[in-house]
């Protein structure tokens, strides 16, 4: 066993508070949908905008999203993890999708190219998160 692997089992994961949930979820730019739809279990990679307890994410009429998360329970995950120090932390929101179309407060910067013209609008009803935090002695501690 390496030493960074002992650090690792010594180290306990730590429970985050709501407010610590949405602070992280607001740092990064894409989760991670989930939702029960006609194939089963889905989960997609989507650019999002979080604040005011509600995750807003744009999608394109035509979308899996669109067809099946519509007054539907989701989950939303966003993590990071830093594999040298073997660190890192997860939030995940449980709640309902409603779909409306996209109105002017629900700008959301979306990566891939296209039209969106509807906004999924995720209302979180369950918030945890959990950190990893470094070994101790790590520099990025």
């Not at 989930?34 to 005011?52: D, E």
Request: aromatic content about 4%; charged content about 25%.
């Amino acid at each position: 066993m390496t030493p960074g692997q002992q650090d690792a089992r010594a180290r306990h994961l730590i429970d985050l508070t709501e407010e610590e949930c949405w602070e992280l979820v607001a740092t990064r730019d894409v989760g991670r949908l989930a939702w029960q739809g006609s194939a089963g279990l889905t989960v997609v990679p989507v650019n999002y905008r979080a604040g005011g307890g509600e995750v807003l994410l744009r999608t394109a009429a035509y979308s899996a999203a669109a067809r099946e998360c519509d007054d539907s329970p989701v989950a939303f995950q966003v993590d990071a993890v830093e594999p040298t120090t073997r660190s890192g932390w997860s939030v995940l929101l449980r709640g309902r999708a409603h779909l409306d179309h996209v109105g002017p407060d629900d700008d959301v910067d979306t990566w891939p190219a296209g039209s969106r013209p509807l906004v999924v609008r995720i209302e979180a009803t369950e918030v945890t998160g959990r950190r990893l935090p470094p070994a101790a002695g790590d520099p990025a501690r």
